[in-house]
């Protein structure tokens, strides 16, 4: 089974922090992803990453960077937390060349005070 | 324009109802289209992939019209356990495009 694990489950941080998010997939999966989702706004992506080193910026990067040093490991960075930037954050990999599914992380409940 | 659309209901619905879902695409050049469940509090799951000719998994058949860029997921017989949202999830060059859900209630 395809385990997909995100360092926090639950996260307050205060608003000019630095934040890191941890994910690690241990399936060998090239594609690695953040998202946001709010009520009413759905899934919204962040980052995602094709490979070692690799990133792309998704919708609504403004905020965010991450890094990708290993393939198995997906990191989001928020540089200075904001209030607005409280949301769930989902981490999710993929196969390149597979059925196409992508796999979730559990998610981590970020709030910025 | 959002690249995926969906009714986001919420849709309350007796046990055993048949209830359908219905997802728009705005990209004609979709390549893979899929339907996610995700429980209250819970990370998205696969339920199942979506193909052009229909496909049927148990009481859940999935659609795609290409031609009208839409897709659909009918649920039959419900169940208490499939209260959930729904969402409608396109791939597009390995990017994932996600609908913001339907939201299905099935009720005693």
């Known amino acids: 089974d395809v385990k997909v694990t995100q360092s926090s489950r639950y996260l307050v941080k205060r608003t000019g922090e630095k934040v890191f998010l941890e994910c690690v997939q241990d399936m060998d999966h090239e594609n690695m992803f953040w998202y946001r989702q709010d009520p009413g706004l759905g899934l919204r992506l962040i980052y995602f990453s094709y490979d070692v080193k690799m990133k792309e910026k998704g919708d609504i990067p403004e905020g965010y960077s991450v890094s990708r040093e290993k393939k198995e490991r997906f990191s989001l960075i928020l540089e200075s937390a904001s209030t607005n930037q409280t949301s769930m954050y989902l981490c999710?990999?993929?196969?390149?060349?597979?059925?196409?599914?992508?796999?979730f992380g559990p998610g981590t409940r970020l709030t910025v005070l | 324009r959002k690249e995926v659309e969906q009714d986001p209901g919420p849709f309350n619905v007796p046990e055993g109802a048949t209830v359908a879902f219905n997802c728009t695409y705005s990209?004609?050049?979709?390549?893979?289209f899929f339907w996610y469940r995700q429980d209250c509090r819970k990370e998205p799951k696969l339920l199942m992939s979506v193909y052009s000719s229909g496909n049927e998994d148990g009481r859940f058949t999935a659609q795609l019209n290409r031609a009208s860029q839409y897709i659909s997921l009918l649920i039959r017989d419900s169940k208490l356990s499939d209260s959930a949202t729904y969402l409608c999830?396109?791939?597009?060059?390995?990017?994932?495009?996600f609908g913001t859900g339907t939201s299905l209630t099935v009720i005693p």
């Open positions: 999710a990999s993929s196969l390149t060349g597979g059925s196409g599914e992508q796999f």
């Open positions: 999830v396109v791939n597009l060059s390995n990017q994932f495009y």
């Open positions: 990209n004609s050049a979709s390549q893979s």
